[in-house]
C-alpha cells in the first residue's frame, strides 16, 4: 500500500468515524441521560437522509435543503418525545426496545408510502465539488473533508455545550442525580425534550450531510444504528468522549478492513466489541 | 369440574384439537399452523430468557438461524438428511454458539445486554450475507426435507405435509413440557429469584452467573430446534431468518401473549401470525396490505404502552385474578 | 478486651487495615476488628461513618480498596458475594431486601435452597426438597414469620419484612451473620422480639451489628466498635467504650450512656 492510498483510507476511515460519533453521541446522551433505549434512533438518520434528498431536489440546492430540514427533525424529536417517549421513562427497557421497534416499522412504512422504494442520489453542492489531486492517478473529493470538517465542530460545540453551559452543567446533572435536579427546581422535564431532540437532531444531520455519498435508500438507518451500538458498547454509555474514540476506532477498523480483508470486514467491529466486553466490559470510558 | 381442574386439563384438550387438525383440513391452514407452532417454540425459548430470568435479549434469532442454516450446510444436495442426527446436530451447534456469546454478554447488564445481543446475532447475520459460507445474501436451499429411517423403513418423511405438522407438534408439546418441568424445579426457582432480585441471590451464595449462562444456553438451544424447523417448512435459508427484525418480531410475541407464562408465548405467536395474515391480506386492505408493517407497528407500540401483561395478564384482570408476577421491577 | 479474646480463642473473622476510597472520599480507613462464636460485635457511630461500607466490604458486596478479611485461615478479600455467602458469611440489608412477589416461604425456601447441592437437577419439583423445605420452615419459625408463611412478601408490615430478611439469612446457616440496622423503622414490641432473637442466634453464631437503638446495643453488645469518618474511634467491651473519654467528647454526648 503506498502512501497516497493510505492517506485516503485514512481520510476515509476517519471521516466515517467522525460521522458515526453523530449519530452515536446522540444516542449515548439520551441512554446516559433519560435511561432510554431508542431503537428508532437510526430512523431518523434515515428521515435526516431523505429530506436532503426531498428537499435538494426540491429547491435545488443541499445546503437549502438541510437547513429547512433541521428544524423539521427537531420538531420531530420534540414531538415524539412528548407523545411516545415521555411514558417509557419509569418503564422496563423491555418496552422501551418494544416500543422503539414498533416506530421503526412505522417509519419505514411510511417512508416507503411518502418517498418509494427507490435509491436516489443526492447532487454534492457545486460549492464542494472538487477534489484535490494526490498523484496522477489518485484524488480526494472536497466534500469528504467538508464532512469531516462540520462534524469536528459540531464536537466541538457539544463538548462545550455540555462542559461549559449552564444547559450542559443540568444535563451533566441529570444524567447523575434526577432527583437532586428536580429539588432544585430545575424543569427536568424540559432537560429531557431538548435533550432528545438534541439527539434526534445530530442523527438526522448526519443522514443529510452523508446523503451525496450514500445516497438514499431502504433499510438506510438500521446498519448504522447497530454499528452505533457497538460504538456506544466500546465508548461507555453515557460518555461522549467515550462515543468519540470508539467512533473513530470503528470507523478506521472497518475502513481498513474493507480495503485489507474485505470478506471478514462486516465482523471486525463485532469482535473488537467481544474483546472490549471481555476486557472492560463497562466499555473504555463507562464507569465500572 | 371445578376451575384447576379445568386449567389442568385445558392444554391436552387444545393438544387433542390441534392433532386432529390435519384430519379436517392439510393445505393452507394446516401449513400456517406449522408455521404458528414452530414460532411457539421460538416464542417459548425467548419467554423463558426474558419472562423467567429478566434477561431482554434483542438478537434471538440468531439462534433460530444458525439451526437453518446448520440443516442447510448438512443438507447432502438431492437427498434426504436424516432428521435422527441432523436435528441433534443443529441443536448442539446453537447451545455451543449460546455458550459462547452468553459468556461474554451475560458479562453486561440493561440496556448494554440489550444492545450486545443484537450486536451478535448481527455479527452473525454479516458471517452469512457477506462469506459463501451459505450462499451469501441469496441464501441456501434444503432441496430434500429430512426423514426418519429405522433400517429400511421410513418412520417419519417431512417432505408429508402432514407428517412435519404432527412433528412439529410433538416438538412444541415436548418444549412446553420441558420448560414447565425445568421451570418448577430448583432451577427454575432460582431463575426467577434472579429475575427478581439478582443482587439479593448473589447475596445468598447463588452463582448467578452461572444460572443466567444455563439458562441462556438452554433458550438459544430451543430457538434452534424450531429454526431448524422454519428451514425444513420453507425447504429455504437466506441472512433474514437472522436478522433483528425476527428478533423483534418474537419478541412481540412473547409480550403480546403475556410474559412469563409460557402458555402466553404460544397464545402471542398465534395472535401475531394471524394478525399478519390478516393485515397483508390484499382482499381486505387493497394496495394497504402491502403496508402491513404499517399497521403492526402501531399495534406494537400500543401493546408497549397499554398492554404490557399481553393477552394473559389481560385475560386475568378480567378473571379478577392479580398477575402473579409482576413485569416491571 | 484481651479478656474476651481470652474467653472466646482464635477470631473467626477478622479484619487488618481493612480501607475502601470512592475517587478521593475514603470511606473506611484502616478498620482493624475480630468477630467471635458466642459474641455480637456492635459498630456504632454516626451517619456516613462508614458502618455499612465496612458491611459491604465484608460480605462481598465491596471490593477493599486495600487490607485483609481472614475467614477460616485465608484472606477473603477480593471474593465475590456469592462465594463470600457460600463460605458462610451471612448478611441482611439495612434497606430491605428480599423477593417481593414471591411468598414469604419461597423468600425462605430459595435461601435454604442456595446451600443444596442439587440446585441443577432441573427436572426434579423444588417443591419436593423436604430437607430445603423444613430448613425454610425453620428459620421463618425462629424468626417468628411461620404465620406468614403464605404471604406475598410485598404485603409483609415493614417490621416483618426485616424479620424476613433475618429468616433468609438464617436459612443459609451462616457461621458469622452481618446485621446491618435489623431494628431501624421496627416498633417496640417488634424491636424487642428482635433483641431476644439476636440474643438467642448469639450462642452459635459470630454476629455483627450496626445499630443505633442504644438500648439494644447495651443489651446486646460483648463488644463495642465506634466509627467515625471511616475510622475506629474506639473498640472494647462496653464498659471500656462507655467510660472511653474520646468516645464521650467525640460521637456520644455522654449522658445517655452514664445513664444506660
Keep these: 500500500m503506498d502512501f497516497a492510498f493510505f492517506l485516503i483510507q485514512l481520510l476515509n476511515g476517519l471521516q466515517y468515524g467522525l460521522l458515526l460519533f453523530l449519530v452515536a453521541s446522540g444516542l449515548t446522551l439520551i441512554f446516559g441521560i433519560m435511561g432510554i433505549i431508542n431503537l428508532a434512533h437510526g430512523s431518523f438518520y434515515m428521515v435526516g437522509a431523505y429530506l436532503a434528498w426531498s428537499l435538494s431536489s426540491l429547491t435545488g440546492s443541499l445546503t437549502v435543503a438541510i437547513l429547512l430540514a433541521i428544524p423539521l427533525t427537531v420538531i420531530l424529536g420534540m414531538g415524539l418525545e412528548r407523545l411516545l417517549f415521555r411514558h417509557l421513562y419509569q418503564r422496563d427497557h423491555l418496552y422501551q426496545v418494544l416500543l422503539t421497534y414498533g416506530l421503526i416499522l412505522v417509519f419505514e412504512e411510511l417512508r416507503s408510502l ?30 469528504r473533508l467538508a464532512i469531516s470538517g462540520v462534524c469536528l465542530l459540531l464536537a466541538a460545540a457539544l463538548y462545550l455545550l455540555i462542559q461549559k453551559t449552564r444547559l450542559g452543567m443540568m444535563i451533566r446533572a441529570g444524567a447523575s442525580n434526577r432527583d437532586m435536579v428536580q429539588s432544585l427546581g430545575i424543569d427536568i422535564k424540559l432537560i429531557y425534550t431538548l435533550v432528545f431532540a438534541l439527539g434526534i437532531a445530530l442523527a438526522a444531520f448526519a443522514g443529510m450531510i452523508n446523503a451525496p455519498l450514500s445516497s438514499v435508500f431502504r433499510n438506510l438507518g438500521s446498519h448504522v444504528l447497530i454499528i452505533c451500538f457497538v460504538v456506544v458498547v466500546i465508548g461507555g454509555i453515557g460518555s461522549v468522549k467515550g462515543a468519540m474514540a470508539a467512533s473513530l476506532l470503528i470507523g478506521l477498523a472497518e475502513t481498513f478492513g474493507q480495503v485489507l480483508v474485505p470478506e471478514v470486514a462486516g465482523m471486525i467491529v463485532y469482535v473488537l466489541m467481544a474483546v472490549v466486553l471481555v476486557w472492560r466490559p463497562q466499555g473504555l470510558f463507562g464507569k465500572a | 369440574m371445578n376451575s384447576s381442574r379445568f386449567a389442568q386439563l385445558l392444554p391436552w384438550f387444545v393438544l387433542g384439537l390441534l392433532a386432529l387438525f390435519p384430519l379436517v383440513e392439510n393445505t393452507f391452514y394446516m401449513q400456517l399452523l406449522t408455521k404458528v407452532l414452530i414460532m411457539a417454540i421460538f416464542a417459548m425459548s425467548l419467554d423463558l430468557l426474558v419472562g423467567y430470568t429478566g434477561l431482554v435479549s434483542f438478537g434471538h434469532a440468531a439462534y ?17 438428511v436424516s432428521l435422527w442426527w441432523s436435528l441433534p446436530a443443529a441443536i448442539v451447534v446453537c447451545a455451543l454458539f449460546a455458550l459462547i ?89 432460582a431463575l426467577l429469584g434472579i429475575k427478581v432480585n439478582e443482587h439479593r441471590m448473589r447475596a445468598l451464595g447463588f452463582p448467578v452467573f452461572r444460572y443466567q449462562l444455563a439458562s441462556f444456553t438452554l433458550a438459544g438451544s430451543l430457538a434452534g430446534i424450531a429454526g431448524y424447523l422454519a428451514a425444513v ?91 402473579p408476577e409482576s413485569a416491571d421491577d | ?55 459491604n466490604l465484608l460480605s462481598g458486596d465491596l471490593l477493599p480498596t486495600s487490607g485483609q478479611v481472614m475467614f477460616g485461615g485465608r484472606d477473603i478479600a477480593g471474593c465475590t458475594s456469592d462465594h463470600i ?19 414469604v416461604f419461597e423468600n425462605a425456601r430459595l435461601a435454604a435452597q442456595s446451600r443444596t447441592p442439587h440446585a441443577l437437577k432441573v427436572f426434579s419439583r423444588a417443591a419436593d426438597y423436604a430437607e430445603i423445605n423444613q430448613r425454610a420452615g425453620a428459620a421463618l419459625e425462629a424468626a417468628g414469620l411461620s404465620h406468614r408463611a403464605q404471604r406475598i412478601a410485598a404485603t ?45 442466634l448469639t450462642e452459635d453464631h459470630a454476629i455483627m451489628l450496626i445499630e443505633h437503638d442504644m438500648d439494644a446495643v447495651f443489651a446486646l453488645a ?38 444506660d
Design chain 1, 114 to 143: 411518502i418517498w418509494g422504494d427507490d435509491v436516489h442520489g443526492v447532487a454534492v453542492p457545486a460549492l464542494l465539488n472538487a477534489s484535490i489531486p494526490l498523484t496522477e492517478n489518485l484524488s480526494y473529493p472536497v466534500y
Design chain 2, 64 to 80: 433460530f438461524g444458525l439451526a437453518g442454516y446448520t440443516l442447510a450446510l448438512m443438507s447432502p444436495g438431492y437427498e434426504a
Design chain 2, 101 to 189: 456469546t452468553g459468556m461474554l454478554v451475560l458479562r453486561t447488564r440493561g440496556i448494554y445486554f440489550i444492545m450486545v445481543t443484537l450486536a451478535f446475532a448481527q455479527m452473525l447475520f454479516f458471517v452469512f450475507h457477506d462469506t459463501k459460507l451459505g450462499g451469501g445474501s441469496d441464501g441456501a436451499y434444503i432441496y430434500v426435507k429430512p426423514s426418519m429411517r429405522l433400517g429400511d423403513f421410513e418412520l417419519v418423511n417431512l417432505e408429508k405435509a402432514e407428517q412435519f405438522y404432527w412433528l412439529v407438534l410433538f416438538l412444541m408439546a415436548a418444549a412446553y413440557l420441558l420448560l414447565h418441568r425445568v421451570l418448577d424445579s430448583s432451577f427454575g426457582r
Design chain 2, 233 to 323: 417448512q420453507y425447504g429455504f435459508v437466506n441472512p433474514e431468518i437472522l436478522s433483528w427484525h425476527q428478533s423483534g418480531a418474537v419478541l412481540m410475541m412473547v409480550i403480546l401473549g403475556g410474559m412469563g407464562t409460557l402458555y402466553g408465548a404460544v397464545i402471542g405467536s398465534f395472535a401475531f401470525i394471524l394478525l399478519q395474515e390478516v393485515l397483508s391480506n390484499q382482499a381486505w386492505f387493497g394496495a394497504w396490505a402491502k403496508h402491513w408493517q404499517l399497521a403492526m407497528g402501531i399495534l406494537i407500540m400500543l401493546v408497549a404502552l397499554y398492554l404490557p401483561q399481553g393477552l394473559a395478564g389481560l385475560a386475568q384482570k378480567f378473571r379478577g385474578k392479580p398477575v
Design chain 3, 1 to 55: 478486651m484481651t479478656e474476651l479474646a481470652a474467653m472466646n480463642g482464635e477470631p473467626i473473622l477478622s479484619t487488618k487495615g481493612l480501607s475502601k476510597r470512592f475517587g478521593g472520599l475514603v470511606a473506611v480507613s484502616d478498620v482493624s476488628l475480630d468477630l467471635h462464636v458466642g459474641e455480637v460485635h456492635v459498630v456504632i457511630g454516626p451517619n456516613g461513618a462508614g458502618k455499612t461500607t465496612l458491611t
Design chain 3, 85 to 103: 455467602s457460600r463460605l458462610g458469611i451471612g448478611r441482611s440489608y439495612q434497606k430491605t431486601n428480599i423477593f417481593l412477589p414471591f411468598t
Design chain 3, 156 to 200: 409483609l408490615s415493614h417490621g416483618e419484612q426485616r424479620q424476613l430478611e433475618i429468616a433468609m439469612c438464617l436459612a443459609t446457616q451462616p457461621r458469622v451473620l452481618l446485621l446491618d440496622e435489623p431494628l431501624a423503622g421496627m416498633g417496640p414490641h417488634e424491636s424487642q422480639r428482635m433483641v431476644e432473637l439476636i440474643k438467642k
Design chain 3, 222 to 259: 460483648h463488644r463495642l466498635t465506634v466509627m467515625v469518618n471511616g475510622e475506629v474511634l474506639e473498640s472494647g467491651t462496653p464498659d471500656e467504650v462507655r467510660s472511653s473519654p474520646a468516645v464521650q467528647l467525640a460521637y456520644l454526648g455522654g449522658e445517655e450512656l452514664l445513664h
